[in-house]
């Protein structure tokens, strides 16, 4: 794929939606729900993910792999994010994180660019190359406004896309 022919980045909303890069729109709760998801499973407290489980968004962390192209469809409701072992095949993988600091909602838009700016500062540093000069995309995972208000939201997740190409393994390092 040509870097010229890129899809923009688009921004997903942890509490309330999440915009996958093209088209795909999920609404996520962080709260209320009879049936919500459950942690992701892993090794230890914060380890890697053991076995592919649909895990509450909010428990999604640093160096989990996930099936993006799995998230569903348009318009679905989901409080979870399809993760995986990284030795698994997989699309996604969540390589970066900042946590916002307190302070008055900044809006969808801003929140947006602050997510993109740093998804992109990030980019290079995970994969080897500026994203410009790479065959992945990336997306990010943001606070909505009503989770920055009740829930205290400000954490940003930055996800590596392949576009529904199957990897096995972190990407990390990976320069393509």
Not at 40 to 52: C, H, I, K, L, Q
């Amino acid at each position: 794929m040509l870097p010229t022919t890129r899809r923009p980045s688009t921004t997903a909303r942890r509490a309330a939606a999440l915009a996958v890069p093209g088209l795909l729109v999920l609404a996520l709760t962080g709260c209320g729900a009879l049936d919500s998801p459950a942690e992701a499973p892993r090794e230890s407290p914060g380890g890697e993910v053991t076995e592919a489980a649909d895990a509450d968004v909010f428990t999604v962390e640093v160096g989990d792999c996930l099936n993006g192209s799995a998230v569903g469809e348009e318009g679905a409701l989901t409080e979870s994010l399809p993760v995986v072992p990284c030795s698994e095949p997989h699309d996604g993988e969540v390589y970066a994180e900042t946590e916002l600091p307190a302070g008055e909602f900044p809006g969808a838009d801003a929140l947006q660019a602050q997510g993109d700016e740093f998804c992109a500062a990030q980019f290079e540093t995970f994969v080897g190359i500026p994203y410009d000069d790479s065959v992945y995309y990336q997306w990010s995972l943001t606070p909505t406004e009503e989770g920055w208000a009740a829930l205290d939201d400000r954490v940003v997740q930055c996800v590596l896309d392949t576009d529904g190409e199957l990897v096995t393994g972190s990407l990390q390092g990976a320069a393509k």
